[in-house]
């Protein structure tokens, strides 16, 4: 957080005053339509990544424009809130590149990394279900915890406790966060890793309860981040502005998150990682962050194929090249039930080597809803680290030819682990090695894959 | 000489000024205000939302091919001779709950006024209390509920337990959509209606309240 945090406050009550329905219908999409064209930047519809760095560079340039003519609409005021060229760069350049997640052993730094580097992305594995019983929401942390290739977690939001129902703007969704942050300090002490990177509070949904939620300190300055992310389309709020101060005052990182919707107001993924870019130095002057969470979606409610993978990419390949910044995307597909799922573990696959070849530094919710799957997202990207960009890519061209066999329903853990000893049964261990001996003919390897 | 398929290519590539221009040559030159409106109007509308289910066009496309056709719309009622206006009388009350999302919601907003139901926008970050209060104090004859994030599910569920407990539920059907919800969801709750689609709300309002297309 910086002095743009109190010039930001000090703007949106004296910006350029308009309604939402002129910004969103007329004056975003207008500029932003103008910097791509002005940038020439384009997507091939055959191509799954973007690996051109004067392309990067310039969704970088147009990304910097479009903040800068855009502004950030303030929807408390109707008011624009608008930075200067020399603000926007004086924050980029004085921005943390590297910083430290966890503690003791399990403490992982985030540093600058190119394609093809040997440090892989770190993989942070999704921990819990979206349940009530908070001793099999724990299982399922611990099930994910326990893998060597666990990185971090995200938890998964805890819809109760028991009879205790997550109510919205009550203490009882502070409360049910609190559970949410004691299951995953006890999941990780029973996995080993005490220090572990636990996320973001994820059972909350207010500001207010996110930000109680640190109150008895399970979760804290060392093991969690704090969510002060943009809105849709170049939108904040005061809750914003609280968020950032409030993780400013308490040492805790800000977790800068921009998830444009592709095919909303955004006509494709040139769009998108423009916007990404945009929202992410929006977010730099007004929390002073580092750690950033960058991703797309498709208003069809998707988050695989070549149009998100494109967008991920381009992304995150203009920021290394220009900002340096942690930076993070979704390691997942989203799919419910995804053990059995072919599609979830090629796509994975796919999430994880596009990361390694963007320069990605972190990959989120990687894997599935099974500790395999995440065991399968984590090995991936070691795998993938080393991988150019063209090798990476002709490995993607591949696996987005093959035809997915359909999904099945999904089964509960009790089906696919033993509740015990918390191992998985053999049939989604069969499903693994499967998984590890097709990629293991794409060309990667990892030294537990020659069991298969 | 403008024709309606002229009105219906204006408003399906959104641009309202040639379309309320049409408009008026097609009114000026005596052709059925309810045809215009049938074939010129919603013929454009259902082309963006075939588009845009197709994904050959975006949301925004949708919103501004809205704003095209409320340009025209009022144009047209003026011309209709009394008592044939197409407005069916039917209220809905529609918002966002919980959330500040809002894209689909204007949608659905925007597409059941062109159907020709008056609806209360409630807007976002609505709790269940707000959509009964509401629905009782419009006299509404329907509830549509928009559905973007999960934390909103349970409160869903909520809304019609409130509905129940307060003597109403039959009073006011309820429609559900949004980008986290299912027809299996849906059906499970005890909605009236769920809709994938922004046009499947009127389709959905039109049939539960008995108004022919």
Redesign the interface.
Known sequence: MGKLLWEAIHRSSTGRIMTEEKFETEFFPTILEDVRKKHQIEWNPDEPVMTDPGMADAVFQAGLEYLLETGLYCKDTRRIIQFTKEEILEAVATARRRITLGSGREAITLAPRAPGDEQHPYTWFPAGALTKKVELYKSHAMAAMQEPTCDGVIPIPLLGIGELKNVLDTPAQTVVCQAEARAMNEAAAWAGKPGLFLGIPMSATTPLAMMSTFGPGMYNKENCTLPIQILQDMRVNYDRFNLAFFADQHGIEPWMSSSPALYGYLTGPEQGAIEIIAHTLGMLAYSGGSLTQAMCMSIHGTYVGNDISWCNSAAALAAERNLGLPWVSFGSTGTPGSAFSDEAWYETALACINACISGMEALWLAGGSTGIECRWAGEVARAAARLTPEEGVEIIKKIRAIEYEPTPSPLPLEKLYDMTTLQPRQEIVDQYRKFTRIFRDLGLDYPTWHDA | MATIADLRQKVSETQPKPAEAVTRELLAEGFDPIEILEEGVMSGLNDVGNRFAA?KA???DL??AG?TAKTCIPLIEEALPRGETPKNKKKVVLGTL?S??N?GKNLVGTLLSIGGFEVVDMGEKNAPWDFYETAEKSGADMIAVSVV???AL??FSELLGLLEETDVRTKYPVIVGG?VTTQKWATEQGADGWGAQAKDGVDLARSILGIGS
């Open positions: 994904k975006i949301v925004l919103v501004r704003v919980l500040q999302h894209i994030f999960a934390p349970e409160k980008g």
